[in-house]
């Protein structure tokens, strides 16, 4: 019987299997290198591009207990196959597939993205009999624009505080958001300055395949001409006297009204590494599952809708597993 728990991460508890739990375990598997996913684990499966992440985010010692397994293979743990398959979310990023010997499969997503990104491997979708998929914009608000759209966005944002002789900065977290905003950026051939932290993740992007842009280095006292890429944390070490700028978020939470004021940024863009609402409902259609179970974000709301449309669906978070009783 595979019954997943939420405890700090996905539980099998009826198999002893850890997925992206935040506190160190003997064996976890780990579906992507963003830091509430991760820990230092004793020993973990992961792909080859995560594992060098967590090289460069939590050390040599801890990413030597990785065990690599490239997307499709199959890796046995006790009676259990585990599978990994791209999420789109951010380069490395891996679904599980797990299944036991009597055949009764689980899908774990992990964070996952259905759209096509510039940085990340596209996602592979497999059908399984239960699904636990995270749901971060799991209302029907959110509807993201199409990509050339935000694409268009990111980039006429830039040009015209160029032209107006603004800096356009940028802030998106330095692994997966960042790169993928490179990527836009060297599509509109708009010269980039970014900061160390996402400048530290981009030769592992060129050894699978995604090179980056030509970056310089930051320097808040050269700024001008160029666009500024900095994770959100690095706003406060903007010095007072700068030149004339413009900050924009990047964000999927762009979709809010209220999200320009909550950033205190003069504009928020919306690009997002997760699935919108039918995208998730979508996803939902084809991994076609018996059971549905829901992670993150607007779980118990989501999880009423697909009941509504037929499909046996429940959160994972504490106060609604009240429903089940
Ligand atoms: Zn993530």
């Known amino acids: 019987m595979l019954t997943p728990v939420e405890r700090g991460g996905l539980h099998l508890p009826d198999c002893g299997l850890w997925m992206d739990a935040r506190r160190p375990k003997p064996f976890a598997v780990v579906s992507h290198a963003h830091s509430d996913h991760t820990a230092r684990h004793k020993s973990f499966l992961a792909t080859p591009a995560t594992i060098e992440f967590i090289r460069i985010r939590l050390g040599d010692a801890v990413a030597r207990r990785g065990i690599p397994l490239v997307y499709g293979e199959v890796y046995q743990h006790g009676s259990l196959k585990i599978q990994l398959f791209p999420a789109g979310h951010i380069l490395g990023s891996a679904m599980v597939y797990v299944e036991t010997d009597k055949g009764e499969s689980l899908l774990y997503t992990g964070d996952f993205k259905t759209r096509p990104g510039l940085a990340a491997e596209a996602i592979k979708v497999p059908q399984a009999d239960i699904l636990v998929m995270e749901s971060t914009f799991g209302r029907p608000e959110f509807v993201f624009p199409s990509l050339e759209v935000v694409h268009e966005k990111i980039i006429s944002f830039c040009r015209e505080n160029l032209r107006e002789k603004q800096i356009p900065i940028l802030l998106a977290y330095s692994l997966g958001k960042a790169q993928e905003v490179l990527k836009i950026l060297e599509r509109g051939a708009l010269p980039i300055m970014a900061h160390r932290t996402i400048r530290s993740f981009n030769p592992i992007y060129g050894q699978y395949e995604f090179a980056m842009p030509e970056t310089r280095p930051l320097d808040f006292d050269n700024m001008e001409g160029q666009v500024v890429v900095m994770p959100p ?58 059971t549905t179970y829901l992670m993150h974000g607007s779980t118990t709301a989501l999880a009423a809708d697909l009941r509504r449309r037929g499909r046996e669906a429940w959160s994972l978070i504490r106060a609604d597993q009240l429903e089940l009783l």
């Open 233 to 290: 944390t690095v706003r406060k070490q903007i010095p007072r006297k700068i030149p004339p700028h413009k900050i924009a978020m990047v964000s999927g939470w762009a979709l809010q009204e209220s999200a320009r004021f909550r950033y205190r940024t003069h504009t928020v863009l919306p690009l997002s590494d997760h699935a919108d609402y039918p995208d998730l409902l979508g996803f939902v259609e084809q991994v076609n599952p018996r």
